[in-house]
């Protein structure tokens, strides 16, 4: 890889980490006026579609349709936003958005437990202890009297567990087995508009249906922005894996979680307390041992698509 393309993607790699981080308290704003998950979700889902679908309107390149691609969808649907997003939105409501961003940085602990089942990894001993570092870094959070604003806020620290559990299983499931004939955009693409479908009936259903509407509120605008981040920091993201490899790309864990901090910080004035801080080098710590001891690859291929 040239200095130079090394340079742009790097930029690139730094500005996913600030637009993820960002999306942290944005919908921390968005679930503190009462909106709830599935209908944030149903919102993400719609707009996400409509911006890829405007993406693939322009480049004139429908994804195909049939039994592989529908799987792919379904599976990027639920384990990708769905499922993740809903449980994280409910835990966001009680706990603070740096606090969430911490516990985001842990989907590569899980993500090397899982590849080892599915024989895609292996373990060392710099790796081991990178997981017991960041698991560390989760009991800090849960275990001292004075990390939390409030000790009840600590039965939702399981909940919010669930996002980074599906993140790992989706990279390990993707990793191994592929998209099939689709590329980032058209996954991506189909995944929103499938999963619009399935989290329709789910909001409306159990009465968390969101309905925008004039005067619209701040909560309103946090929505939009969340679900428009989502859908061009996810893509590019998957861009960013196919042109400079996946070792590279993963190092967006470490910007998510710092930049979520800060934003959160700036955006809604939150404090933490030393514990928090201790986490948050435990949890780094405990990425940057567990990231995979391979070079940045330097012919990897250029991928399908660029948004």
Partial sequence: MRSNERLVLTLILISLGAGWGMSIPLIKITVDAGYAPFGIVFWQFVIAALVLGGVLWRRGGWPPVGRVPVAVWLFIALMGTLIPNATSYRATFHLPAGVMAIIIASVPMFALPIALMLKVDRLSPLRLLGLLAGLAGVALIALPEASLPDRAMVAFIPLALV???????EANVVGKWGTGPLDPVQVLFGGSALGAVIALPLAMGTGQMVWPRAPFQLADLTLVLTAVIHAVVYTSYVWLV???????????????TGFGVVWSMLLLGERYSIWV??????????????QPRTRVESDAPAGDTAV
């Fill in 163 to 169: 996002a980074p559990i599906c993140y790992a299983i």
């Fill in 277 to 290: 801080w201790a986490a948050l080098m435990l949890m780094l710590a405990g990425l940057a041992l567990v």
């Fill in 242 to 256: 196919g042109r400079a490899g996946a070792v590279f790309a993963g190092q967006v864990a470490y910007l998510v």
